[in-house]
């Protein structure tokens, strides 16, 4: 953390993040700023997750990426730093915690249809993450041809099955 600052974060009794931390730019042009060092144990995941809360009293609904030391950095997207009128070296306060929402998708008939014919397939597919099921439905949504559709709905199920075997 070179040139980012850890953030400071205060004492809270509920599973809520509260603290200050530094906006930074990345290398590759993004700005960000890094939630405390246990953010992983506090929000329960070491993966990416949705959280919901306030930055510089702005509501947002946002993703938190893993670091892969414990802790988590979120983007600034062009939106919210026009809002907050911040820029690289500000500091922002922020109150975090997990979205209790579950992320809904709109799974397609034609695939739920599938899913429905193999109890195993159904199974891995509503353990995979939000991003990953939505991922094989946008694959599949993308066919152009009903041949195309209907062959990626047989691959995603045979992938999935696949992905059990490999464990």
Known sequence: MSSKQKPRRQKSKSK????????????AGWLCFNLPQ???????????????GTINGRPI????????????YIPV???????LQVEDGDYVRASLEVDPAPQQLNIPGDLQEALAGSKKAR???????????REYIS????????E??????LQTIERLLESQRKE
Do not use: C
């Open 148 to 153: 195309t559709r209907a062959q990626r709905i």
């Open 77 to 83: 997207n062009t939106e919210i730093q026009s809002d």
């Open 123 to 133: 199974d891995i597919f509503e353990g995979l993450s939000y991003t990953n099921r």
């Open 61 to 72: 609904r946002l993703s938190a990426f893993p670091t892969g030391d414990g802790s988590h």
């Open 16 to 27: 809520k993040l509260e603290f200050s931390s530094r906006i930074y730019k990345t290398d």
């Open 38 to 52: 246990d953010s992983s144990e506090i929000l329960g995941t070491r993966e990416q997750v949705t959280v919901i």
């Open 139 to 146: 694959w599949i949504d993308d066919s152009k041809r009903p």
